[in-house]
């Protein structure tokens, strides 16, 4: 069983489009919890970061994470065609300050239609 | 300010031959990490460096792999022989601070090189 299981899509909506994406983990020693957001040929940019178990909003942004279920979300209000990219889940254990080694998602590749 | 910067962008090699992957993390910043997605694959860690110091390359996947960087700033990443399996994007990211960044919570990635091993 893999660490961290993310539907890879791919993810098409009309824009204005509630957008949903979600990943499940094995590993219980998770603590952080981040969507990464990659354009094509770029590099990942964080998106948005949430320690433990809780929502966090950040403008059209939500991102919850079930600590209980091992299951995390985030949801794209609003959506626009800028936001059509691949959305990466990552999380990491605090193990000795190893909090940087993260465990990817493969990543949902999402397009917003005009 | 400038961002990480990766060189080259894509790198075309037959196998057996040596392949160096470069890493300019933003300036000021002490942590430097390498990840690696192979196709079809998710993005995996490889190794972590504290300014000129490897603090953890438990994700390099063997021998051929050398990492190293010079006086913490700029790192190599270099593969030899390289092999049909080595292909993918390699990704650099750096953050401030000390060990693991999270003080902001963020690693900043480049835009990653590509390797084709052919």
């Known amino acids: 069983q893999k660490e961290v299981e993310q539907d890879p899509g791919p993810l098409s909506v009309p824009e204005g489009a509630i957008v949903s994406l979600n990943c499940t983990y094995s590993n219980s020693a998770f603590q952080y919890f981040m969507w990464y957001r990659q354009y094509s040929r770029k590099g990942p940019e964080l998106l948005m970061y949430t320690y433990s178990s809780g929502n966090k909003e950040d403008g059209r942004f939500t991102a919850q994470v079930d600590k209980s279920s091992k299951y995390i979300s985030l949801f794209i209000r609003d959506s626009q065609p800028s936001d059509s990219a691949t959305y990466l889940c990552a999380m990491s254990a605090r193990s000795g300050g190893s909090n940087y080694k993260l465990t990817f998602g493969k990543g949902t590749l999402l397009t917003v239609n005009p | 300010e400038a961002g990480v910067t990766q060189f080259p962008s894509h790198s075309v090699i037959e196998k057996g031959q040596t392949v160096t992957l470069r890493c300019d993390p933003i300036s000021g910043h002490d942590n430097l990490y390498w990840y690696r997605r192979v196709m079809g694959k998710e993005i995996k860690f490889l190794l972590h460096?504290?300014?000129?110091?490897?603090?953890?390359e438990s994700g390099m996947p063997n021998n051929r792999f050398l990492a190293e960087r010079t006086g913490g700033t700029y790192s190599t990443l270099k593969v030899q022989p390289a092999e049909l399996e080595d292909s993918g994007v390699y990704f650099c990211?750096?953050?401030?601070?000390?060990?693991?960044?999270?003080?902001?919570?963020?690693?900043?990635f480049g835009e990653g090189s590509r390797l084709t091993v052919l």
């Open positions: 460096f504290v300014k000129e110091s490897k603090q953890d």
């Open positions: 990211a750096s953050s401030p601070g000390l060990a693991g960044g999270y003080g902001t919570g963020e690693l900043f």
